[in-house]
């Protein structure tokens, strides 16, 4: 999420969905890979976002398991 103005926090969610939770690590891991990979965080950057927060979330079912990327 882009601040509308600089100096405002950001915010990078990436959403996997899995069935089961053996799968789930395997996807926080991917969603974090993921975050880094594409650059998210830089457009942020770009934007004067401060902070920035990012997250790596999985769900199965109605569980969410949530990690800070």
């Not at 601040?3 to 926090?9: C, V, Y």
């Not at 969610?13 to 975050?35: F, T």
């Amino acid at each position: 999420m882009i601040p509308r103005s600089p100096g405002r926090p950001g915010a990078v969610l990436e959403l996997k969905r899995v069935k089961g939770p053996r799968a789930v690590p395997a996807a926080v891991r991917a969603a974090r890979r993921q975050i880094e990979d594409r650059g998210y965080r830089r457009v942020l950057e770009e934007a004067g976002a401060s902070p920035i927060r990012a997250w790596a979330l999985a769900f199965d079912g109605k569980t969410v398991t949530a990690k800070l990327a």
